[in-house]
């Protein structure tokens, strides 16, 4: 069976959404299928580690100023040839899509043409995170009629989640789902023992936009620091959100100790993680988007580290069910409690040998090789040659 991804992020890029793609195509090639990638050149600077026995077609594409595929007109200089690269490429039995919606909608367009299935890895629902950075109703109701559309026409969904299932249902999708759950990229993430910092450093790693409300770290942190001198706060990655986030902590008095870096490897984040007293989410409340789970906690639990998360979803009552396990702590989103919840980390910081229990209880239950495995043998019965 010929299997065609179709993303316009695939690794060596540094997002839970590259690693997600890379394990399903290995899971493909595994089970026999021959796995084309179609997607973009990863920013300069990056070296394409493609798997072995995978086939990647890249081409250029416009990138925002973190060199990201982020924004319509990043999501168009992909999407408009694409819709050529699908129809004059090679013929697939399926066509394995990573949203955006305009890219999906692209790819039920060509799957009509040329009488090829698709599947659609669905981990958000973008018509509703949209509505939080516009109040346009052109806008709002143009993309939910592209999204809803697109996401009818597949075959399946993989849902991240049994919420977002339950939240395409009400608007109306009827396609098969399968709510496919979490899971780490266990491969990179894993614990290796690290020194222990001199002073608390707690990481927030992966995307900082509108609604994750990361904020509430830098507000806390203005309290926690007095009594901690010497702790650091790192942001790892990027976001719309970062600029604002450098000039708060600045104008708070402790830009100093607030640190801000480019995204990095995973294999070069789970040191990282493995020597943090903490990592941290996020998910602020109220903006609609309440039953969004936030996956990088996964990725932490792996490396061996706890993390503290403030605010709605269903990642809190996660992490709640499996305190007795040392995978941090979640809190509503206040400062008062998140400062609570940051001191609660550092007196309670696991030793070494605890932290690999850790990572080896999430290897052994959330590893992404498994749910790859699920969605290949879900998928093979939809598209026979």
Excluded at 2 to 29: D, N, Q, Y
Excluded at 283 to 302: H, W
Excluded at 361 to 376: G, K
């Amino acid at each position: 069976m010929r299997a065609t991804f179709v993303t316009r992020i695939f690794s060596p890029e540094v997002s839970a959404a590259a690693g997600i793609l890379r394990s399903w195509a290995i899971a493909f090639r595994d089970a026999g299928a021959e796995v084309e990638v179609v997607t973009t050149r990863p920013p300069q600077g990056m070296v394409p580690d493609d798997p072995a026995g995978v086939r990647v077609r890249r081409a250029p594409v416009l990138r925002d100023r973190q060199h990201y595929v982020r924004g319509y007109l990043c999501y168009l200089s992909f999407d408009v040839p694409l819709f050529f690269r699908l129809l004059f490429g090679r013929r697939a039995d399926l066509y394995v899509v990573e949203p955006p919606p305009t890219t999906v909608a692209v790819v039920r367009l060509v799957g009509f043409l040329r009488r090829t299935p698709y599947v659609v890895r669905a981990a958000d629902l973008w018509s509703d995170a949209a509505a939080m950075v516009t109040d346009s109703r052109f806008v709002l109701g143009t993309l939910r009629r592209v999204e809803v559309w697109g996401l009818r026409g597949a075959q399946r969904l993989f849902a991240a989640h049994r919420p977002l299932a339950d939240r395409l249902e009400e608007l109306g999708v009827e396609t098969p789902m399968t709510a496919i759950g979490f899971g780490a990229d266990t491969e990179s993430f894993t614990f290796t023992p690290q020194p222990s910092p001199p002073a608390p450093v707690f990481v927030y790693a992966g995307t900082h936009s509108e609604w994750h409300g990361a904020g509430i770290f830098v507000e806390a942190f203005t309290e926690f620091l007095p009594r901690h001198p010497g702790a650091r706060l790192r942001f790892i990655g990027n976001g719309q959100e970062r600029a604002a986030l450098r000039a708060r902590a600045d104008e708070l008095g402790i830009g100093d100790a607030v640190d801000f870096h480019t995204p990095i490897p995973p294999r070069d984040l789970a040191p990282v993680l493995s020597g943090a007293t903490a990592s941290l989410a996020s998910l602020k409340p109220g903006q609609g988007y309440d039953y969004a789970f936030t996956t990088k906690v996964y990725s932490s639990l792996a490396a061996g580290c706890p993390v503290v998360f403030a605010g709605a979803g269903p990642t809190g009552p996660f992490l709640e069910a499996a305190a007795e396990r040392g995978v941090g702590v979640a809190v509503p989103y206040t400062v008062t409690d998140v400062v609570d919840a940051l001191e609660r980390a550092t007196s309670e910081s696991p030793d070494a040998a605890a932290r690999a229990r850790l990572s080896a209880w999430t290897h052994e239950t959330y590893s992404l090789r498994s749910i790859a495995q699920r969605v290949v043998t879900e998928s093979l019965a939809i598209a026979e040659p």
